[in-house]
C-alpha cells in the first residue's frame, strides 16, 4: 500500500473516502483507532493507504477536488 495523504483531521479523512469510495478506488485509513484514543493530536495522525497500481489515479482525483497540498510527496 501507498500513503498518499497523512492528516490529524477527521474531517478531512472522510471527505478523501467518499471521493475515493464514490470513483472505486480501494483505500484503508490506518491510524484512526489511535489518533481517537489520543485525542487527534498531530503527533498521531491519520494516513490515507491506496494499492500501488491505483495510486496515480487517486492522487490526480484529489488533485482535482482541490486537496493537492495535502498529497504526500511519491515514493522512491
Known amino acids: 500500500m501507498e500513503e498518499i495523504v497523512r ?3 477527521p474531517v478531512f479523512v472522510s471527505a478523501v473516502e467518499a ?7 480501494t483505500h ?3 491510524d484512526r483507532h489511535i489518533s481517537a484514543l489520543e ?3 498531530a503527533a ?3 494516513r ?7 495510486a496515480d489515479r487517486a492522487r490526480r482525483l484529489i488533485r482535482e477536488a482541490g ?8 515514493p522512491g
Request: aromatic content about 8%.
Open 28 to 30: 484503508f485509513v490506518a
Open 44 to 46: 498521531f495522525p491519520m
Open 7 to 9: 492528516t490529524p483531521d
Open 19 to 25: 471521493l475515493l469510495s464514490g470513483e472505486g478506488v
Open 48 to 54: 490515507i493507504l491506496v494499492p500501488p497500481d491505483e
Open 39 to 41: 485525542a487527534r493530536i
Open 67 to 74: 486537496w493537492g497540498e495535502e498529497l504526500r510527496p511519491l
